[in-house]
């Protein structure tokens, strides 16, 4: 099946009794935890270091933060996974791990490598609304 302009579908997906495994702790990967805390039932992250907001989700008890480097076992449980580490071999590697065992996954690095985009994301009242540019300017979505 070939599609010349590749689009993304906008599905709204369950994931409040799912778990994420978050791979990597910096800026990126924090802006996307604090998105998904109200959507999503458990978040564990993954990193040898991290920024003081994760330790601080942490501490109050909204996110799991294990501060070691990734290993495969770290995804063994997990309904999705973010690739969110400055290694972009190691999240091509953490793809090909979780294509092998049928885990939903986004590899922050590298559009191809992403069963779903992350969206930009508006709420208000109860209305979501998720942004996507087809990979081609991220810029564009920020809300
Ligand atoms: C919406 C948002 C959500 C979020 O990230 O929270 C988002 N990117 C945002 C910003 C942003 N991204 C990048 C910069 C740096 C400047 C620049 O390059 O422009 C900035 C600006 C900034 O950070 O301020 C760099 C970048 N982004 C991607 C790659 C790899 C690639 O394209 O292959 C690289 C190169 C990395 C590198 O090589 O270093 C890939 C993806 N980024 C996506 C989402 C997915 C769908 C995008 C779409 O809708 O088209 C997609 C395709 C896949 C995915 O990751 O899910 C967020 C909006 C901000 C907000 O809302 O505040
Ligand atoms: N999609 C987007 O919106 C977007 C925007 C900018 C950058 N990026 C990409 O996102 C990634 C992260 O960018 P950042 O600015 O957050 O980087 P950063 O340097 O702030 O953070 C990198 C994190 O990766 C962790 N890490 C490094 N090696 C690790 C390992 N072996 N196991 C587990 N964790 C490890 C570090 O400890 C750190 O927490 C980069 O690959 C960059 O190309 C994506």
Do not use: W
């Not at 910096?26 to 907001?53: D, H, M, N, W, Y």
């Not at 690095?109 to 081609?136: A, M, R, T, W």
């Amino acid at each position: 099946m070939e599609h010349k302009e590749k689009k993304f579908f906008p599905l709204f997906v369950d994931f409040t009794q799912k778990r994420a495994v978050v791979i990597g702790g910096g800026k990126i990967a924090v802006r996307r935890i604090q998105t998904l805390l109200t959507f999503v039932g458990e978040i564990t992250v993954i990193a040898p270091a991290c920024t003081e907001s994760v330790k601080t989700l942490c501490q109050k008890g909204k996110i799991i933060y294990k501060q070691k480097k990734f290993e495969a076992e770290d995804i063994e449980n997990a309904d999705l996974v973010l690739a969110v580490t400055d290694n972009h071999a190691l999240n091509e590697e953490i793809y090909k791990i979780c294509k092998e065992n049928n885990i939903l996954v986004n590899v922050a690095s590298n559009q191809e490598k992403c069963d779903f985009h992350f969206p930009g994301i508006l709420e208000y009242e109860n209305v979501v609304i998720g942004f996507n540019g087809c990979g081609k300017d991220h810029k564009k979505v920020a809300v």
